[in-house]
């Protein structure tokens, strides 16, 4: 289906939130390096507390996690965290450095700086910040970045720390690592003005790709998240959380944009049927009896746990828990996410899903009749749960049916791994900053303005200079390379061998070799930027030839997994000279009389054969030179 996302009313806006690669945390001095499984570590255990008056008016989002009454636990690696990270002594001033790196960002992204950076305080009640807050300050506003579809403005430019690492979750507590909280992350935020699920992930891949030439950013899993929020015309601003993958950006679009549309069909059905959620009413009912000779495992199961089957009954809806608003979803998966967040529940079954999970289609029937529902026109959710979870599982999931009737409820969701959301949370209110008392206001001076000059990464006009005059790049290549997503890998690579490798040779193998692999259908997204590190430390010890490159690379894919890297560039070990020339003897060897009888091709036929054997293993000029030499001394011989 071809959709005008135009005609829709897209409107995308991105949040990027990126690490800095700072000495020290951005409130104290502990690293901003992980912790490992080795490092010695005690843990804390708290119960947050949230009061009223903290919150203003009872936000939402905040009700939410309190409802959930949790133990949390926190484990404090040496050297990664100290009493600042536990809230048990004050924060130390900002980290200059972090301020200095985002002031870079604030310039190259054409925004203006604040006079004067005050740390805020943002609530955050899930525990994975122990003060119960995430301490913020805006450094920029009212940016640009250039995108052929237009300007995209930046709305604001953060520096903020990082949040607490969740390690474990289990009924009734929630484990976190400290050793990630108050690493200084910059968020940068775009206006909506992003009409297209392309051009989304144009301006994000700009964007990382600035905050990757201050040369002062994190790298790897985890250190960058994009958040996105997406509206069209009649439908909400939902945001949704953690898409980790930049490729992943235009898909999750597609996906929301089809979400809402779904559930505007499903309002105007609702309607066309004569429906209100005045009408709706909420009622909860036990409907065991229903199943005490069931041949359903699954409900088996869950009341020999002393669990009990509840029912919600839904008139009216019939045929509309079926309907399909993201690949593999449907309305009832929607609701189902409400129960597993505020019931703690495994999920829900409905009546359009039945005959299934081993419940037959006389107790579909059955229930039916006990709730005294008409199977044609109404619906129903069963609640496989004790008393207390039944009732907030069910509860919610009243409250999202109602819902229904407005479209697109405003919520925050998470991104899955194929670009689907799932519900997460109630979206925060908007009164929850606070200023952060501990922490003096700093003065944007004309001096820290200049020193931030030095760190401001240069445009991809200024990139793209630096790749012809210092890399020695044909331009075409250098072209290619700033707007492929390859930059980063090429960068890394360059950073890591660019000593003992030609640039040229890294950004052929990349831009040539590599997407000629592709075209020749191989899935080249097995050669991993380790792959290719392994690659290139063999060129650059001079363990193997330049040339054999592409063979190398097309063998360890063609092997499917059987040959390692490490193998393969053994195996195109550079041939010795030595070793050439008795190849080369034994080939003339081998063809003596064709060479005796055609002296003007012996050249050819020589250099055919001994090529077939070394291909990929030393130059062919040395092959060529060597094969020469060897022939000469032989006719003269003759
Ligand atoms: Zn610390």
Known sequence: MEINYEELGLKVGL??????????????????????????????????????????????????????????IYEVPRGHACLVELDEEPPHPINMEAVLITLGIVKALNAKPVDEVYVMRKIVIDGSNTSGFQRTAVVGVGGFIEDENGRVGIQTICLEEDAARKVDEGKGYVKYNLDRLGIPLVEISTAPDIKSPEQALRVAFKLGLLLRLTGKVKRGIGTIRQDLNVSIKGGSKIEIKGVSKLELIPKVIEYEVMRQLKLLEIRDELIKRGLSSEELTYVVKDVTQVFVNTKSNLVRNALSKGLKVYALPLKGFNGILKVEVQPGRRFGTELSDYAKAWGGVGGIIHSDELPAYGISAEEKLNVFKVLNLDESRDAYVLTLADDESAE??????????????????????????????????????????????DIPPLRISEELLKEAEKLKPPTPDELLSRLVKEHNLPKPIAEALVRDPLIHTYLNLVESFGRSVAPHVIASTLMIHLKGLKSQGFDVSLITEEVLEKVFEGVGSGLISKDSIPEILKEYLSSKGSKSVEELVKAYAVLRREDLEKIVDEVIERNRESILAKESKAFNIVMGEVMRVVRGKIDGKIVADVVREKLSAYLKKK
Do not use: W
């Not at 690490?19 to 708290?46: H, I, M, N, Y």
């Open 15 to 72: 949040e990027i939130h990126q690490q800095l690669a700072t000495k020290g945390k951005l409130f104290c001095s502990c690293s901003t390096s992980l912790a490992s499984e080795s490092t010695p570590k005690v843990e804390v255990s708290r119960y947050l507390r949230v009061a009223k008056s903290e919150i203003g008016e009872v936000d939402p989002a905040a009700l939410y996690e309190m409802l959930k009454g949790r133990k949390i």
């Open 392 to 437: 907030r599982a069910l509860q919610a999931v009243f409250e999202r049916v109602k819902n229904a009737f407005v479209g697109v409820p405003k919520e925050t969701r998470a991104a899955n791994p194929d670009g689907t959301t799932k519900y997460m949370r109630p979206q925060p209110g908007a009164s929850r900053m606070y200023p952060e008392t």
